[in-house]
């Protein structure tokens, strides 16, 4: 079975070519929300989801959280962000 892309948050507020997905910080373990095509990052997912236009707090590959400059970067499967308690960040299923 191929692993299915994960859950964009929305388009990204700056670029507006990226989406947004959810990461872990491969050292500190913080979640954040960074676009797959400027590579900026959010600490508050949440936030940059409602506001939409909101300041970024790093670029790719710095950590908001622990402040590491070289972070390996884990993206989040939908699994996951439901083990995270995160799923109310995804945008709604379109209805039929």
Same mark, same amino acid.
């Given at each position: 079975?191929?692993?299915?892309? $994960?859950?964009? /948050?929305?388009?990204?507020? =700056?670029?507006?070519? !990226?989406?947004?997905? /959810?990461?872990?910080? !491969?050292?500190?373990?913080? =979640?954040? @929300?960074?676009?797959?095509?400027?590579? /900026?990052?959010?600490?508050? @997912? $949440?936030?940059? =989801?409602?506001? !939409?236009?909101?300041? &970024?707090?790093?670029?790719?590959? @710095?950590?908001?959280?622990?402040?590491?400059? +070289? =972070?390996?970067?884990? +993206?989040? &499967? /939908?699994?996951?962000?439901?083990? @995270? !308690?995160?799923?109310?960040?995804? *945008? &709604? *299923?379109?209805?039929?």
């Amino acid at each position: 079975m191929p692993k299915q892309e $994960a859950p964009a /948050l929305r388009s990204c507020p =700056v670029c507006g070519d !990226g989406l947004l997905r /959810l990461y872990r910080c !491969g050292r500190c373990d913080a =979640v954040v @929300a960074m676009c797959d095509e400027c590579e /900026l990052i959010w600490s508050d @997912a $949440a936030k940059v =989801v409602r506001r !939409g236009k909101t300041k &970024s707090n790093a670029a790719f590959p @710095a950590c908001p959280a622990c402040e590491a400059k +070289r =972070v390996k970067w884990f +993206r989040l &499967s /939908l699994e996951e962000i439901r083990e @995270a !308690g995160l799923e109310s960040l995804l *945008p &709604s *299923p379109p209805s039929d």
